[in-house]
């Protein structure tokens, strides 16, 4: 069974919230320049990039390609580049970092302390980011409040930063992501088909069971309150939502 077949079920106010999201998107683009939207390439951020897509709005797009992704991933990532209308703007991590690390503490240090798993997401994900981020205005996440108590309280227009991060799916349910992507025929991460509903590396993302949590398939062996990756924490020093 697809993700599609599972999951596509829209709310009694599913058309209320899209109209919202698209009103926001409009404004962000008119009134936040510049803009980025960021693409982890799982289904909300897909849903994000057809909209900026079908709106003909001028937000450049940009994937962390951490050099761990599946190779799932990377052929999505080729074909979002290959048909998106907004630029695609992909950032990898320093390399001799990456070299330094794994070379002082193996490839699977992730697995051995928390501490080494977000020293691995800060070379991967968070230095990144911080370049795909400067100088922008605004940024655009995927970001909803059902995925995880960590994120209950996700708005939809972020300002408790110097840098404006909008999350225009907020209040959407999985069932809405759902619906949009079966309507609007959007590509989606094969992964979703086998029960990934949260995708990020290949070494610490699996897929869950019936029951399960959102994010239960993301950093499995950490407790629940440690499973951010750093990208959505703040960080008032950098002032960047990092
Ligand atoms: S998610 Fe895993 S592999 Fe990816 S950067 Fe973080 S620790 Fe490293």
Redesign the pocket.
Known sequence: MSAIDLNAKASPDYERKLAETQQLLIHAAAEFSPLTQANSLGAEDMVITHLVNSLQLDIPVFVLE?G?LHTETLELLERLKATSRAPVNVYTPVQESVVQFVGREGKDA?YRSIEL??G??H???VEPLQRALQGQRAWITGLRREQSTARAEVPLIDRSEPRTKFNPLADWTWGDVWHYIAQNKVDYHPLHDQFYPSI??????RAISLGEDFRAG??WWEDEAAKE?GLHVKNTNEGVAA
């Open positions: 951490t761990m992730m798993r977000k691995c997401c070379i991967r994900k990020g590396c290949a070494p610490c993302t993301r950093w990756c």
